[in-house]
């Protein structure tokens, strides 16, 4: 019985942590262009920014 | 689009302007706009929306579009700034939120749940029950707010759609799971109603995002609209403006190869103008000062001052979407099969759980257990596969109409275009190209070709767009041409090295067709004399055919002479109607409803308009006008026709797959239900029923991708 009091709120805590995360990036747009996004990874913006 | 807005940089007031890009292929390209048009002064930033093939440009407002247009150009992008559209694309966002609530529910109750199966009791499995009481409450509250409103809406007003059943079944899932938990009873059935809602919503969010993709494509497509036009102030200054911000009286000037942004009176000027989109009729009108035009034509051959009558929703072409509005009544009749469905299936479900409370209570047994039983029968009874076995099929066929470059608006579309026993045909711009192309084109060679694609290039006129489009097609390079010089009226010059070159109206009138026709010279000598006609889509016959053998006969409905028609007609061996006013188009389509046909109507032009709207479905070429464009149901690009029968073949399968579909959802429903009525069904068997149940509803739509 131990046991489950911490196992069950580290389960809810974990899923509710995800249901966070996918609500944020949904707020942030990041579903609104799947295919620019899938894009995006392969421009090197770097190059303009020097590293320090 | 044009929108004001604050902004962070510098620039203290900003506008916003949306593009359509359809030359964007690579992530190359986003980073060379994004880029490229940052450096351009006056432009604040840019935001590429691939997927949509839009870009959204935040400039100070006194850049007009065409500056932003120019800009691209530079970039090497062709590019059109985007109307406002009275319709907001579908978000998908508040389905999908909904979809990440129930999905949490589900994933958490289903691990207390299976704790309960392997046997948990006492003390625990009442601990369980309550934690999974507490997830599911707020998420059923939130999640099944979609179908709650939709139920309710359909109630109020005295009818019946799928969400009644589940509305029901959900809440009544719900309080009687809550009451065997405040009671500490063995079953509670919170995975169920999560679970019913987290499939459900899978299929919500499937049509919503279908539907927001292709309207989304279909926008970026409108190409023929003026977004606005030059006006002259007091001063006699030209200023670039909306054409929603336009009025009666200004003075509107407009560029040889532009488009009206407004109707009006003709106060200098003479010029031919091309109405083709509000027409039909394919040859160029001559007009001069008095003339009456309206907004859509396109000028040919010189700058024209236009003493503006009527803008915005005052303009003809509003006019005519106003008539389409109308027209589309019988379209918002029509009831998806889904809700047909429904109709049935709702009254049965309710009525055989009805049925099982009441049997049991006459059987002797308890109120509690009759009604523990009712419950189960109406979860079991859910149409959880019912819900995916439509929109899961649709999205499938949608997804793969799209690779093919058929992009259909809504699932109601493919299900209207399945249904079409008979076609109707526009001529200009639907069974032929709508643009003129050269017809002895190999009167060109070497260099005089080169030399005649330079000069194409550089001009706006149809012909010289055409021409440029075959050379261009047969891999002509163009020459290097210097002093470029358009003659308005007559052609263009330019120099080629120290040699002068043209490309112009023929001098000398060969026949009758000179409207038609131009001559290239080269060193003051006429090298070949190109004549040009509208010509056949490529496929057309094939495609007419095709929709033979499907069961669907065609025939044509044009608004040009009986001449140009009866040309066409031959060719393609059909029936047809010409001189049509989009009343008579109308009028044909409704003759062919009330005898029982349902008509496909494939058009393009404006004219075209009223009758895309009140036929059963329709489909425009993506060369169609703006209003074609929303008029119509599905929207193919390229130039083929074949994409019509195509389309017209994939409906038909989905809607077998539909139906198909829904036989193995019922048919799982005539094997549990037998068991939920007996009272053995437990919630451990009713999940895994549902889950079996609407795999296998998804598995078979997948087929669709395949064939």
Redesign the interface.
């Known amino acids: 019985m131990t046991g489950l009091s911490f196992l069950i709120p580290i389960a809810l805590t974990m899923g509710l942590l995800g249901l966070t995360a996918f609500l944020w990036a949904l707020d942030k747009g990041q579903f609104d262009d799947p295919e620019g996004s899938a894009m995006r990874i392969l421009i090197d913006d770097e190059a303009e920014e020097p590293l320090p | 689009m044009t929108r004001e807005s604050d902004l962070p940089t510098g620039i203290k007031r900003c506008s916003e302007t949306l593009l359509a890009v359809p030359g964007m292929h690579?992530?190359?390209c986003?980073?060379k706009i994004e880029h490229g048009l940052v450096a351009v002064s006056g432009v604040a930033s840019a935001r590429?929306?691939?997927?949509?093939k839009q870009v959204t440009v935040a400039h100070v407002p006194e850049m007009p579009a065409p500056a932003l247009v120019a800009a691209f150009r530079q970039l090497g992008f062709e590019a059109h700034a985007l109307v406002a559209s009275g319709d907001n694309p579908e978000d998908a966002?508040p389905l999908?939120?909904a979809l990440?609530?129930a999905g949490?529910a589900t994933?958490?109750i289903m691990?207390l749940s299976v704790s309960v199966w392997s046997g948990a009791t006492g003390a625990?499995r009442d601990?369980f029950h309550w934690?999974s009481a507490i997830?599911a409450l707020p998420a059923v509250a939130y999640a099944g707010r979609p179908f709650f409103r939709s139920a309710w809406g359909a109630l109020r007003v005295g009818r019946t759609n799928m969400d009644v059943p589940i509305a029901i079944g959900v809440i009544l899932t719900t309080a009687m799971s809550l009451f065997e938990t405040v009671t500490r009873g063995p079953h509670v059935w919170f995975d169920g109603a999560t679970m019913l809602l987290f499939f459900l919503l899978s299929g919500r969010v499937l049509d919503a995002t279908m539907r927001a993709r292709a309207r989304r494509g279909a926008l970026s497509l409108m190409q023929s609209s003026a977004p606005g036009g030059y006006i002259l102030d007091a001063q006699g200054v030209a200023h670039w403006m909306m054409a929603e911000n336009m009025a009666a009286g200004m003075m509107l000037l407009v560029a040889a190869g532009d488009r009206l942004a407004a109707d009006g009176v003709i106060t200098q000027g003479t010029s031919r103008v091309d109405s083709s989109i509000l027409t039909g009729e394919s040859a160029p009108r001559a007009v001069t000062v008095g003339d009456q035009i309206t907004a859509g034509m396109l000028n040919l051959s010189a700058p024209l001052t236009v003493r503006i009558t009527a803008a915005g929703a005052d303009r003809a072409i509003a006019r005519l979407t106003r008539i389409m509005a109308d027209a589309s009544q019988s379209r918002a009749k029509y009831v998806r099969i889904a809700d047909r469905a429904a109709r049935i299936y709702a009254p049965a479900v309710h009525t055989l759980a009805a049925l099982s409370f009441v049997g049991w209570m006459l059987a002797g047994a308890g109120w509690h257990e009759a009604l523990l039983i009712g419950v189960a029968v109406l979860i079991i009874t859910c149409p959880c596969a019912l819900g995916l076995a439509v929109p899961v099929a649709q999205v499938v066929a949608t997804g793969r109409l799209m690779r093919a470059g058929v992009l259909v608006k809504d699932g109601s579309a493919l299900e209207r275009l399945a249904q079409a026993d008979r076609a109707l045909f526009d001529k200009t711009g639907t069974l032929t190209m709508g643009a003129p192309l050269p017809q002895n084109i190999d009167a060109l060679d070497g260099t005089n070709a080169q030399v005649a694609l330079a000069l194409a290039q550089a001009n706006r006129h149809p012909l010289s767009q055409g021409l440029a489009r075959s050379l261009t097609s047969r891999g002509v390079v163009p020459v290097p041409l210097t002093q470029i010089e358009e003659m308005p009226g007559e052609g263009i010059m330019a120099r080629w090295g120290a040699v002068t070159v043209a490309l112009a109206r023929p001098q000398v009138t060969h026949d009758e067709e000179d409207d038609a026709a131009v001559d290239v010279t080269i060193a003051d000598k006429v090298v070949a004399h190109i004549v040009f006609a509208d010509q056949l889509r490529p496929d057309a016959l094939k495609a007419i055919a095709k929709l033979r053998i499907l069961g669907l006969e065609s025939s044509i409905l044009s608004g040009d002479n009986v001449q140009a028609v009866t040309q066409i007609a031959r060719a393609l061996n059909l029936t047809a109607q010409a001189n049509a006013r989009p009343q008579d188009k109308i009028d044909a389509v409704k003759h062919l409803t009330a005898a029982g046909a349902h008509v496909l109507m494939v058009g393009d032009g404006l004219n075209d308009g009223p009758a895309l709207a009140a036929a059963h479905v329709s489909m425009v070429p993506s060369s169609a006008s703006e209003v074609g464009q929303q008029a119509a149901d599905i929207v193919f690009m390229g130039d083929g026709l074949m994409a019509v029968p195509q389309a017209v073949t994939v409906a038909r399968r989905t809607q077998a797959i539909v139906v198909q579909n829904f036989v193995l959802a019922v048919g799982y429903n005539v094997l549990a239900v037998p068991l939920a009525v007996a009272g053995v069904v437990t919630p451990m068997i009713a999940a895994l029923a549902m889950s079996l149940s609407s795999m296998i509803v998804v598995a078979n739509s997948l087929r669709l991708a395949r064939a």
Request: hydrophobic fraction near 55%; charge should be positive; include cysteine.
């Open positions: 690579c992530a190359g986003i980073s590429v929306d691939f997927g949509a966002r999908l939120r990440g609530v949490f994933m958490n691990l625990s601990m934690l997830i």
